[in-house]
């Protein structure tokens, strides 16, 4: 599993630690320095070489982008100040006032208030379809449509969208295919291998995997990654140099912490597909599930993210969270620590209980993010709550 396949040159993990590190000499440190000034001394008598924060292009953002374009096979990366801040950045390098966006209906809350709500104000239109019946983005494209949006593994319901029907239809019809991937990381799967043209991660999550870092990637072509930039510049979205520290620190462990927590997230599967306390498991891993088909054929793993429906609906996931005492009841995942938490007060929260039905997400849906913990102790955890 560490070395993804179709890949040439050396494996992701040996990347996430290595890719685009400057050649060393003997004296210099093993961890690249973290270099904290926002300025930086500039040539007399030119703009060129201007290096500031806010322009992405200081010592710790210019080699960690470099490596994030490498994980992902893009020409270019750029590092955000957070998911949100790469999904706003990456659709307003694409989108003008009067222009169209398809998008598939599962997508973080977020994204779907930053589509209906502030891209809506701003003039541009958004279109949710439902992107298990790839039929649909043809039906509802215009001639004003620009991109279409998907999420993969889908937040929270872990389903799996085949890519390769919709890239289809995006390269005959000339429109950006742009991918939330960060359910699965690079190390589980890498969409433009299967024919998007732009990866958006939240690196908030599994990129940087410790709690402790707000950030987000945005990686394509080179051209479009400058579209990017200038937005990222304007818009005030540059993280800090000691994010991008953190995080250059945390992707070295990626390939380690997804496998494990990959298998992890399998076993609890498992686990809970035979009790009958849990009415329905959501893992794309188990053969029962709907997308385990697609999910073999284009994942390299079927991730550390899974969703539990306990047979007593709210109360009964109430009662259960209640008595957990080493998963850990919070938002976010992809991270070091296993996290539960309930969409309908975490990512989507601003729906009502009828609209988050009807996109899988009844009260009492749990989501787990598996994290690094000893296995048997996450499952007698699990087994007490349940009792
Ligand atoms: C799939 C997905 N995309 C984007 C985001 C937004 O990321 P951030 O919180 O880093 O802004 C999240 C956050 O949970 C997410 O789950």
Known sequence: MSRAKNRKGPALATLTIHGARDAHRPGDPVVEPLVQSVNHLQALGTGDGLKYTRYGNTPNAERLQKRLALLEGA????????????????LLALLRPGDHLLSSQYIYGGTHRLFLEEFAAMGIEVTLVDPFEPRSFRKRMRKETRAVFVESPVNPTCR????????????????????????????????????????????????????????????????YIDEVLQKEMLWGQTPDPFALWLLERGLKT??????????????????????????????PGLATHEDHAVASEILDGFGGMLGLELAGGGKAAERFLRRLRLVTHAPSLGGVDTLVSEPRYTSHAKMTSAERARIGIPDGFLRISTGLEDLDDLLADLEQALK
């Open 75 to 90: 020409e270019a990366s750029l590092v955000l100040s957070s998911g949100m801040g790469a999904t706003a950045c990456a």
């Open 160 to 223: 799996v969208i085949d890519l390769r029907p919709i890239s289809y239809l995006t390269k005959t019809e000339g429109l950006a295919l742009v991918v939330d991937s960060t359910f699965a990381s690079p190390v589980n799967f890498r969409p433009i291998e299967h024919g998007a043209d732009v990866v958006i991660h939240s690196a908030t999550k599994y990129l940087n995997g410790h709690h402790d870092v707000l950030a987000g990637v945005v990686a394509g072509t080179q051209a």
């Open 254 to 283: 990626l390939a380690v912490r997804v496998e494990r927590a990959n298998a992890t997230a399998m076993a609890i599967a498992e686990w809970a597909s035979a009790r009958k306390e849990i009415k329905r498991v959501h893992y």
